[in-house]
C-alpha cells in the first residue's frame, strides 16, 4: 500500500521516528517478497493471505490516521493565520503521528514474524514417535 499523502508531516520524519518503515514491510508482504518462496501449500497459503490482508488493514488504518492528524496540523496553522496560537496543538499532533507510526511498525513487525514462524513451522518435518 502506498505511504499517505501528507501536506504538512513528513514521511521521512515519521519513520525515523519510529526506527523503520511499516509501508516498506507491508509492500514486501504484498509483493510476495517477505514470504519465502515456495509456500503456496494449503495451509500456508491462506496464512499468506491472511497475513497480507493484516498487513493491508494495519496500514491501511495507519494512513488514515495520518491523514487525519495531517489536517489537524493544517487547521491549527491556519488558525494561527487568523491570530490563535496553536503551536502546542501542532506539537501534539506531531507526536501522535509519530506514536501512530511507532505502532503501526510494530504491529507490521509481529504480524511479518507470525508468518515467518508458521512457515518455518510447516517447514519442520512430522516429527516421529516410537521404534
Not at 508468518?115 to 513451522?121: M, S
Amino acid at each position: 500500500m502506498t505511504r499517505p499523502d501528507l501536506h504538512y508531516l513528513q514521511i521521512a520524519d515519521l519513520i525515523a521516528a519510529a526506527g523503520g518503515d511499516p509501508w516498506t514491510i507491508d509492500d514486501s508482504l504484498q509483493e510476495g517478497n517477505g514470504p519465502p518462496e515456495g509456500t503456496d501449500e494449503p495451509p500456508i497459503a491462506a496464512e499468506k493471505a491472511q497475513v497480507r490482508a493484516a498487513s493491508r488493514a494495519n496500514i491501511a488504518e495507519l494512513n488514515a490516521t495520518l491523514e487525519g492528524r495531517d489536517a489537524e496540523v493544517g487547521r491549527y496553522l491556519g488558525l494561527e493565520g487568523e491570530g490563535h496560537d496553536g503551536e502546542t496543538e501542532i506539537i501534539e499532533c506531531c507526536l501522535l503521528a509519530k506514536a501512530d507510526t511507532i505502532a503501526a511498525l510494530q504491529n507490521a513487525t509481529a504480524i511479518h514474524g507470525t508468518y515467518c514462524d508458521a512457515v518455518a513451522a510447516a517447514d519442520r518435518p512430522a516429527s516421529h514417535t516410537g521404534s
